[in-house]
């Protein structure tokens, strides 16, 4: 097993390009299945759940190019099946993306239940209701989905009970060839939904409303062209380096991603005591006083995402104060405070509450990656603990950054993966 060692008390300071957005490549993906040819996407991350999306569309028959790093051609002419296997749906619960495209290219498709995660079982009710809604029936049988369309696909008015991110992007893909138009009402906003709307109109889709409330979906009986098109730039790794700029003071110039996706964030961070200078294609981060304490609560966009908290929280732990730290999308995310409490973090649970009372340092210790952001924050709590920490279990951090050592080396970091015996391995908190 692997581990990320890091030793704290070193500058980090430099440049650093994030790649394109994870939770846009894994959709942009599954959308190519409805145009029959070969897309081209480009900026797509290296990271080990595009790896599992590509043999998710491999096996229902796609072929995929690797043409560089990070372009992907991908060709779904021959695709032929509509079922995914609960093997790799247990890997990546995105996978189930591929729902609503092959419900618009074939009228079905076999789904895996993706069951539960670390952060929560993300059940996907919403889907199943939201596409019954749009004349689709289900059934589960053996631990799988089976969506049909008896009578095609009708559009229809849908108001989703939260703005879930995946219900709607399956509700916008199952859409585009349905009879009539079909409203999504409190669709979830992210930027990540504002991209995969783009590459579907340019595919010959009519999607309007992309990052609103409302988004309508005018079917239409053309089929779906293949397009080139760049993956955007991936905010939340913005958003970790930028709170590793702002932990260790910087400063920090994070390069590749529109600063608008983190607009709340950075609100945030200002009242943190942390100095944000906005460009066109990034942001420089610095820090020259104190961290102040500064409440934060968790909401879909354009509200604090969720995927920003633990990095938040670790900065947080050594602010001068007490805050309250609220989680409203994921039951489970506070794991990575039991991790953060080894290092000689100060923070009490209650319920969907984190009480946050700041300390002057962290202490290096061994500790366990619980989810793809908790892991990086303890990676990023590594650099400002005296002493070193190694962080297991890091094929979560695999899962959504691509080259994270190495980024962090080049910002000054003294920081390695390595390879430890067995006998290291006996972790028990």
């Not at 504002?194 to 590459?199: G, I, P």
């Not at 409490?341 to 946050?356: K, Q």
Request: glycine share 10%.
């Amino acid at each position: 097993m692997e581990a990320i060692q890091v030793e704290g008390g070193h500058p980090i300071t430099g440049e650093v390009r994030v790649e394109g957005a994870k939770n846009s490549a894994l959709k942009l993906m599954a959308a190519t299945i409805m145009a029959p040819g070969t897309t081209t996407l480009t900026n797509v991350p290296d990271i080990s759940d595009v790896h599992v999306m590509g043999k998710v569309l491999k096996r229902l028959g796609a072929t995929i190019d690797v043409v560089d790093k990070h372009t992907l051609k991908i060709d779904t002419s021959q695709v032929d099946r509509w079922e995914t296997p609960y093997q790799l749906v247990a890997q990546m619960r995105a996978s189930t993306a591929v729902l609503g495209p092959l419900l618009a290219r074939f009228g079905r498709a076999v789904v895996a239940m993706p069951g539960g995660c670390n952060i929560g079982a993300r059940k996907i009710d919403m889907h199943i209701l939201g596409l019954e809604a749009l004349g689709v029936h289900f059934e589960i049988d053996h631990g799988n989905i089976h969506a049909t369309t008896p009578e095609g696909i009708s559009g229809n008015t849908v108001t989703l009970d939260f703005a879930s991110v995946g219900a709607t992007e399956n509700l916008v893909m199952a859409s585009v060839h349905a009879k009539g138009t079909t409203t999504i009402d409190n669709a979830a906003r992210e930027p990540e939904i504002v991209d995969l709307a783009t590459m579907l109109n340019e595919m010959g889709a009519h999607v309007r409303g992309a990052g609103s409330p409302v988004i309508e979906i005018e079917g239409t009986d053309a089929p779906l062209h293949p397009v080139t098109h760049k993956t955007v730039g991936d905010r939340i790794e913005a958003g970790t380096f930028a709170a590793i700029g702002a932990l260790v003071g910087g400063p920090v110039r994070v390069l590749g991603f529109d600063p608008h996706h983190l607009g709340l964030v950075f609100k945030k961070y200002a009242l943190m005591g942390i100095d944000i200078e906005s460009e066109d294609d990034g942001v420089i981060v610095s820090r020259t006083s104190a961290l102040r304490p500064t409440d934060i609560q968790t909401l879909p966009f354009p509200g604090f995402p969720t995927d920003m908290q633990a990095q938040t929280m670790c900065l947080l732990a050594l602010a001068k104060g007490s805050c309250i730290v609220t989680e409203n999308v994921f039951e489970n995310r506070f794991m990575f405070a039991s991790e953060l409490s080894r290092m000689g973090a100060d923070i009490t649970i209650e319920g969907h509450h984190a009480i946050v009372h700041g300390v002057p340092r962290f202490s290096g210790a061994e500790v366990k990656a619980p989810d793809l952001r908790g892991g990086a924050a303890l990676v990023m709590a590594g650099l400002v603990a005296d002493g070193l920490t190694t962080v297991l279990d890091v094929h979560h951090i695999d899962r959504g950054y691509e080259a994270f050592v190495p980024k962090l080396a080049s910002l000054g970091a003294r920081i390695s993966r390595v390879q430890l015996p067995d006998e290291d391995l006996d972790y028990n908190g």
